[in-house]
């Protein structure tokens, strides 16, 4: 776990924090949140409806809440800025058992152990961890995931008093919360108060508790439920439920003394039938079908059976079934199996034979589905006596335990002989390929047994972690091979699988509970079949048409969309009621209470009216706006509020207020987009599809347009845990990091369903970065910023423009994705860094007009993260109305190419700066050597870039892009190294090719297939001129000069320079000016680096390159120009040149003159027939040319759109 670094003090989080405070309270006073439906029915309905589970209210928000909601209040800031009307209302969830279960808890403790209590010494030895099982359930019903984040916050052995002491509560206030109605006074504001603090953009006219305490909601649910119960969609009959046999009632969880929140889990009850002769203790059945019965939860894996496994020393025993039929288990499983109609009689397991596994070791059988004819029960010593029969069937093609244990009888005869176990029933059995499984194969279970080096069956660890990942993916994304479903995925077949056993009379289904559960009469609880209300979502018909909803849900991942899929594939009866707990009774039978899963499936079309009905308040017990009461509410009411087409009731209600109701109902509906953590896919969010199409069967412009799941958030790296300390609530979070901090950090956490991590660390960097763009913005905005402020637009100033309209529509896009994590990337952090580079390469100052842009534009594209920061910063630009009323800043043209050109740049100026680097090094010092000479630091640089790739690499990037073409995509090396080998052109460079195609192919992992191009899509020459100061600047150089490779590049440097790869080299040297008098010439005085050693023809080699690179006319020959030197080096230059003798005072140098640098005085000297003659920094070149034709430039040309020709 990442350990949060201790801060130095708290001055900058404390400036945010007061900045937040002062705009909220100025979007509080504004109302800035509160939007109803518009009155005129023609207005445009630019609309976005967001809503968020509403959280439990048995305690304060903490980090978790935070991180799923965050989704919606990014996405509904972000839909304003868009144009959109929006709305994210929030509410508080009290229906269900947990708060009147710790109420009730309270009220035992006070009456037990005195007020405030005092609790007897804990025996720590006595740890509920030992109970059950660690192997279990990587693949559990996942409809279960709201039962396990329950059992995990009961794991800590704590009475409710000390729990509720943890919360900072004091003992008189304690006392209260033994009345349940006292908790849902308490949290609930809590909660608005906490996520005020984080200026969530919610209309808080709508928030509003469950349960039957706030009779407006009341009288929604029930109606609802009315109309769900008439459309036969809610029935009466068994249900698999929690049951102890010696209260003779269901057991729920406040009947539990241990095992809260676990429920009941499914299995296949796999009968392998004995074959050929029983053994001794069974002999009694020979005329009766005998069964060793294995509970599995993968019943489509059947197919690779290879043996059946029993542990040694556990007690079995035999009994008679319901169809006279005998089956061998332990007896706690057969106790679970006599509450559901599988034993002879109810309740009652008749023992026939009790049996050890030694007993039945070596018993030949026939196993369904299986490809082996017969099968022999064999020793498995890990088989725990408390989970599942006892009996396991063993597939090791798919069971990395099943291969481990079948590895260790092979390999050790002397176990086989103490278990009497022949060779024949272990050598000859090896394992099936029945599933193919993406980077595992079709043997994914040995696979990864010799991948992690297992050893045996004992080898926990890694049997626990190929575990993981075989069966995780294994059932997700593996594909039967075999068999009648073959070709289909595993996840879609198995109740298809079980189905078609049941049928054939091969298997049976049969549920234990999750873990063990004992009741408060000290009873281990079974799983019974009770009489139960339930939601028939088995039903074929509703499935179908809750599948069609789901074609039109925008779910953001595809893993989304295919776990909705795979749970209303197998979904089936969901209980709707309860006896116990908080809630709204059920119309039909108001013994009952609707449990917690089942209000909340379709309450957001109650948010859409709540505002006119609550009154303000969470319980809806003061006036409203309407003068509606709740008994006026009758269902007829709610049908024609709800129902597009449903008649005007007969009520006290007027007309007009019923219209209204009906108008915010109709604008604001459906849900766009519904945000949640990704373990309630498989429960809520899959009720939620079902119910909205029960509800609106004939109106699917109703039904859910988006779902977002995101994954569990981790805190430093680390599962979020109070007892480790790794936990933080809302409240302490905004606290220590303010609001922005916070919401920055919840939105860099991360964007998959994967689990999410909130760094402390990033947090607090967040808050460095936004209080220092505060006071950046601060100090820019002043008149005396230094700022530019004329309308010319430098190469720098385009790039800079470019890439703001880029991360716009980059922004944009992630935005539209709900990818918060890549909005922030684009919008702020690769947004800030083209600031940074463009005020680092402005040397002359930032142009004020763009400045003043990039302001606004980061802060709307930042605000739906950080919008308190982002409403400050638009007041400093001056602007008059709220930054909520702006619209997302339209993203002008985009320079492509001036934007690659910089990004080239950028990486050339890097590359230069560790050249020379490398060039200051000294060597180590040679054999005798006892030091090395010092490197002077060079003052010059001549850099030379190449139009083109030399023709042995042009013919292997055309190779290259031919393979890709034909192949669809790269062959290996080897296969491109035999094809440009037998290319007769490249014979000579075979040594250098494939280092080459290696660098080629890197490239293409940056940039795409465009590194396959033979040139640029820029002139590299023109990027470099135009930042020749700034690499001056950053390389501390007198001067740079930039050549083609081609005209004037040592031979042996020619190939290493290719487009994208200039080639460097440091010197020292003197800038001469060479001018030219000639009138009419057309040309101009320029520049040149003289490095001691250049010939006078070297200088004019590399001049007439220079006038041919600009545009002037093309001097070929050598001897049409001269070049020639003042008679006095000192004066001359300073004399008025005659232009009728443009020779006058001058003396012609011959070509093979040598210059020689007089570094001191920064001069030259020649050096003519060993006479070294002083000629100074200026000279004169003449040419006999006739004058050239102009170059034509368009206005706004730039580099990026001219090609430089020669």
Known sequence: MAVPVERKGTFKVDYLKEIEVEIQKKWEESKAFEFDAPENDDAPKEKFLTTFPFPYMNGRLHLGHTFSLSKCEFSV????????????????????????????KLKREIEEFGCPPKFPQEDDSDDESAQGSQDSNIMKDKSKGKKSKAMAKTAAAKYQWQIMESLGLKSDEIAKFAEAEYWLDYFPPLAVQDLKRIGVHVDWRRTFITTDANPFFDSFVRWSFIRLKERNKILFGKRYTIYSPKDGQPCMDHDRSTGEGAGPQEYTLIKMKVVGDLPEKLSQFKNKPVFLVAATMRP??????????????????????????????????????????????????????????????????????????????????TIKEDKGTGVVTSVPSDSPDDYAALVDLKK???????????????????????????????????????????????????????????????FYDGVLIVGDFKGEKVQNVKKQVQKQMIQKNEAVVYYEPEKKIISRSGDECVVA?????????????????????????????????????????????HACSRTYGLGSKLPCDEKWLIESLSDS???????????????????????????????????????????????????????????????????????????????LIQNHLAYFLFNHTAIWPSEPDKWPRGIRANGHLMLNSAKMSKSEGNFLTLAEAVEKFGADGMRFSLADAGDSIEDANFVEAMADAAILRLYNF?????????????????????????????????????????????????????????????????????????????????????ALLLSPICPHICEYIWGLLGKETSILEARWPEAGWVDENAVKASEYFMETAHSLRLHLKNHMTPRKPKKGETSVPVIEKPTHAIVWVARSFPPWQSTVLTCMKDLHNKHGKLPENKVLSAELNSKPELAKYSKRIMPFVQMVREKIEKIGLKALNLTLDFSELGALEENKEYLKSTLQLQDIEFWYAEETAPENLRDDCCPGRPHIKFTKGVVIYLKNPQP??????????????????????????????????????????ELWRYEDAVLGPRTMPQFDSPKAGKVQMPPSGVFRCDYANNTLL??????????????????????????????????SNIKITA
Not at 354 to 370: E, K, R
Not at 414 to 434: G, H, S
Not at 806 to 831: N, Q, S, V
Request: glycine share 6%; charged share 25%.
């Open 774 to 858: 505060i006071e950046w913005v601060k100090e820019v905005v002043k008149p005396d910023a230094g700022l530019r402020s004329e309308s010319h637009m430098t190469f720098n100033d385009k790039v800079f423009k470019s890439e703001m309209n880029m991360k716009i529509l980059e922004t944009e896009k992630f935005y539209d994705k709900m990818m918060f994590k890549e909005a922030l990337r684009t919008g702020f952090f690769e947004l800030q860094a083209a600031r940074d580079k463009y005020r680092e390469l402005s040397l002359d100052g930032m142009n004020s007009a763009l400045v003043t842009k990039f302001i606004e534009i980061q």
């Open 601 to 679: 499936t379709i309450y957001n079309a109650y948010y859409t009216v709540a505002h006119l009905l609550q009154g303000g308040t969470f319980r809806g017990d003061k006036p409203n706006a309407l003068n509606i009461k709740a008994s006026e509410l009758t269902p007829e009411v709610w049908d024609y509020i709800f129902f597009k087409d449903a008649p005007m009731p007969k009520t006290n209600i007027s007309a007009a207020s019923l219209n209204r109701l009906k108008r915010e109902f109709l604008y604001w509906y459906p849900v766009d987009v519904r945000c949640s953590g990704k373990d």
């Open 1166 to 1199: 020649l050096e003519v027939n060993g006479t070294s003659i002083p000629v100074g920094r200026t000279l004169i070149y003449l040419t006999n040319d006739p004058p050239p034709t102009p170059v034509a430039f368009a206005p706004g040309d730039s580099f």
């Open 77 to 104: 800031r972000y839909q304003r800025l868009r144009g959109k009307k929006v709305l994210f209302p929030f509410g508080f969830h009290c229906t269900g058992m947990p708060i009147k279960a710790c109420a009730d």
């Open 300 to 381: 489509e894996t059947m197919y690779g059976q290879t043996n059946c496994w029993v542990h040694p020393d556990i007690k079995y025993i035999a009994f008679e079934n319901a169809k006279g039929e005998i089956f061998v288990c332990t007896h706690r499983a057969a106790r679970n199996m006599s509450y559901q109609g599988i034993t002879q009689k109810d309740g009652v397991v008749d023992v026939l034979v009790n049996l050890t596994g030694q007993d039945i070791i070596g018993v030949a059988l026939s196993a369904p589905l299986s490809f082996n004819k017969v099968i022999y029960t064999l020793p498995m010593l």
């Open 1080 to 1121: 009419h010439s057309g040309l101009y005085t320029r520049s040149m680096l003289v490095e001691d050693g250049d010939t006078v023809q070297t200088v004019v080699d590399k001049l007439r390159i220079q006038l041919r690179t600009l545009g002037n006319h093309v001097i070929n020959q050598p001897s049409d120009m």
């Open 412 to 474: 050790k005869q002397a176990l086989r002989e103490k278990y009497n176990v022949k060779d024949e029933m272990v050598l000859e059995f090896n394992p099936i390929p029945i599933i193919e499984v993406p980077e595992l194969g079709n043997l994914s279970a040995p696979l990864l047994y010799e991948k992690l080096k297992i050893q045996s069956q004992n080898d926990k660890d890694k049997l626990q972690e190929a575990k993981e990942l075989v069966y995780l993916k294994g």
């Open 529 to 573: 079949l009770c009489d139960q209300w339930f939601l028939d979502y088995g039903n074929q018909e509703w499935k179908n048409t809750t599948v069609k909803a789901l074609d039109n849900v925008n779910t953001f991942h595809d893993e989304v969309r295919k776990n909705l899929l795979v749970t209303l594939d197998w979904l089936h009866e």
